[in-house]
């Protein structure tokens, strides 16, 4: 039984002998998991009785063998009844199942190594190839979940759940740290794309940053943060600013008394011990913060992932003609596609064009994303931020305007927050 043409036999004999057998392994097995070519079919026929709740046996596996003329296939009659005469009972059909399944593993694994192995002929750069590897690797395991249609029983009793869980107090999804945010749209939800928009200057990695710093310090969550426009230096700088209440300039420039000191200490034991990672390259692709958010992901877990900011970003594929409204288009969707597939919350910061700058009091609509109408139609939540035209910079704290212009799967609404200047700190609603 350790050949893996044996094993195949015995789970087909399994699944003949006992139909309760067969509809479990029809649930996690499929045809390519099967080597030999004659299990194959007779596990096709299988499968298709147990869709149509056909009692299994010699007859029933048979006759369906020889109404598709697949019957010689399957190595004839003799074939399919010497499975299930050579098995002498349906209880270990597991094991087999298991072993079926570890030698498919395998035979996917040399397959993708052959791939891999392609993949350093030169064609693509080093990063491409790294990324398409690391991506052949993961779909393996992922084969085995994902493509799978869920009953209305499975989502009634999920739906059902996370109700419960909502009306006992729990929060839907990550907070921002924010309630007239959450409010609103309930917490950043797995799989979705938020992007964060303003123009230069008006607050956008400062509600990152906070948002980041409440998620992993007081949620204890596990965050991504890529900053492509700032060095890890200055955000661990606003992060100290921001939770101790120290003036971000005194820290910059070294000003601070014992007492500011102390504190500055105490918080940064807080930053160091929190889930908070930091990737500061100066250009990053979506196929690039897929492979390194794999890797987090499966080293230390993975619960939510900042992007500052989307411009900065490559394209995977860049255009002949460099049209930058194609590249953004590309990364966008990159981003969508990562948030999608690591099932996390992904927060990417946008730019805003000008147009907003000749509106009555500032205020931007949608259309002001910059460079590509595809940032709108990816993203699940578009949070947008302006000032009024009166404000004035020697404000230690003023106001920033907030909307939720885009909400997929809520409302829409806008909120007045307080921005504390010198820590550069989102405090809430005004």
Partial sequence: MNSPRASERALL???IIDGEAAKNVVDRVSEEDFDDRECRVVFSAIKELVKKGTALDIITITDKLGSSDTLEDAGGYA???AMSSDTPN???YESYMGIVIGNSTYRALRNVATKVAEL???ARTPEESMAEAERLIMGIS???TAGKFADMQQVMDE???????MQAGGASGISSGIPAIDSIVGGWQRGNLVVVAARPSIGKTALATGMAANAAIQQGKSVAIFSMEMSREEIGSRLISSLSGVSLHDIRHGQLDMSSLTEVLNISKSI???????EDSSISSPSEMRSKCRRLKAEHGLDLVIVDYLQLMAPDKQTKDGNRVYDVADISRGLKALARELDVPVIALSQLSRSSEYRENNEPKLSDLRDSGAIEQDADVVLMLWRSTDVSLDLAVETVHCKIAKHR???????DLMFHRPTATFKGVI
């Fill in 79 to 81: 074939n399919v009844s």
């Fill in 120 to 122: 350093s002929s030169g």
């Fill in 90 to 92: 349906s209880l270990n």
């Fill in 409 to 415: 799967n809520g409302p829409t609404g806008r909120a």
């Fill in 272 to 278: 160091r011990d929190s889930g908070l990672r930091v």
């Fill in 142 to 144: 992922k084969s085995r």
């Fill in 13 to 15: 004999g399994a699944c």
């Fill in 159 to 165: 739906t059902l759940h996370r109700l419960q869980f």
